[in-house]
C-alpha cells in the first residue's frame, strides 16, 4: 500500500515533469507558495481535497497518480518461502507465473496451454495477491519482481524444479538445432569467483532481453529454449573417491597457519 509520502513524492515528480513551480502552482490553488511548499515537505499535510486540486492542474486523475506510485514501488528479487510455498502447491499457478516472468500476453497463455478463462483470471489474481504481478483491467498486468529475479535457492520452486524437471531437461543428447551442453572444471581463485558469476548473470540478461525482443517475430520463427546455467565447488563422486585426499573432510579448507612459516634455508 502507497504512503502520503510516496504520492507526494509522484506529484513532485510530475510537476517537474510538467515545468509547473511551487509558484506557478500556488497561484492555481489560490495558496501562498509558502504553503505549497510545507504541503510538498517530508512530512508535509497534503489532504485528499488538495491532491484532487493538484491533479487537476496536472490533467491528471487518482489512477494516474496510482500507477506512477507503483511503477516507482521497488522490485522483488525474490519469494518468500510461504510465497513460493503457495505458487509451487498448483502446478498450473507456477506455469502461470512462469508465463509472466516471460511476459506472454494473457492470451497467449490460455492458447497455449490448457487453461479456461475463468481459471487462468483466478491464477492471474492469485499472484496479484501474492505480490507477484499487479492485475490490471482486460486481464493485463505488471510484473512486480526486478530483472534480477530468482527463484530462492533451495526454496520450494527450486525444489520441486529439481524433483520433477532436472531429469526430464537432461536426458537428451543437446544435439539438436541451437543445442548445446558444456562441462567446464577448473580452479579458480575465491577473489574471482565473483565477478566470474556477475558475467554469467549478465549471459541470462540477455537471453532474456532476447526472449522479449523476439516476441514481435512470427510464432512460426521462435522456438522454446531454456538456459540452465550452474557453477559450484564440486568435483564428481568417482573422481572425488580416486583423491589422495579422498579420506578428508569434503570441502575442507587448506590449514592456514597463524604465524609465516620460517624461510628455507639457503
Not at 498450473?92 to 516471460?102: E, G, P, Y
Not at 510484473?143 to 520452486?157: E, Q, S
Request: proline share 7%.
Amino acid at each position: 500500500m502507497s504512503s502520503t509520502r510516496d504520492l507526494i513524492a509522484a506529484l513532485k515528480a510530475e510537476l517537474k515533469l510538467a515545468g509547473i513551480t511551487y509558484a506557478e502552482l500556488a497561484q492555481h490553488l489560490d495558496l501562498a507558495e509558502s504553503s505549497v511548499k510545507r504541503m510538498f515537505a517530508t512530512e508535509g499535510d497534503l489532504p485528499l481535497s488538495r491532491i484532487d486540486e493538484v491533479l487537476r492542474v496536472l490533467k491528471m486523475d487518482f489512477a494516474d497518480l496510482a500507477r506512477r506510485v507503483a511503477d516507482a514501488q521497488p522490485l522483488r528479487r525474490e519469494l518468500s518461502e510461504e510465497q513460493e510455498q503457495a505458487v509451487v502447491k498448483n502446478p498450473k499457478l507456477l506455469l502461470m507465473a512462469i508465463c509472466c516472468l516471460s511476459q506472454w500476453p494473457f492470451e497467449q497463455v490460455i492458447t497455449t496451454y490448457d487453461f479456461d478463462e475463468a481459471e487462468a483470471i483466478g491464477h492471474l489474481a492469485h499472484l496479484d495477491r501474492l505480490g507477484f504481478i499487479e492485475l490490471r483491467p482486460l486481464n493485463r498486468y505488471r510484473l512486480l519482481v526486478a530483472k534480477t529475479f530468482r527463484w530462492r535457492p533451495g526454496g520450494p520452486v527450486m525444489r520441486f524444479f529439481r524433483e520433477h524437471a532436472v531429469d526430464d531437461y537432461f536426458d537428451c543428447d543437446f544435439d539438436g538445432e541451437g543445442e548445446r551442453l558444456m562441462v567446464v572444471h577448473g580452479q579458480i581463485g575465491h577473489n574471482l569467483i565473483t565477478a566470474f558469476n556477475e558475467r554469467l548473470e549478465r549471459v541470462t540478461q540477455d537471453f532474456a532481453q532476447q526472449h522479449l525482443a523476439d516476441q514481435r517475430l512470427p510464432p512460426d520463427q521462435r522456438r522454446p529454449y531454456t538456459l540452465v546455467i550452474a557453477v559450484r565447488s564440486w568435483l564428481f563422486g568417482p573422481f572425488a573417491a580416486l583423491r589422495r585426499d579422498a579420506a578428508a573432510p569434503a570441502r575442507a579448507e587448506p590449514a592456514v597457519p597463524h604465524e609465516p612459516p620460517s624461510p628455507l634455508p639457503r
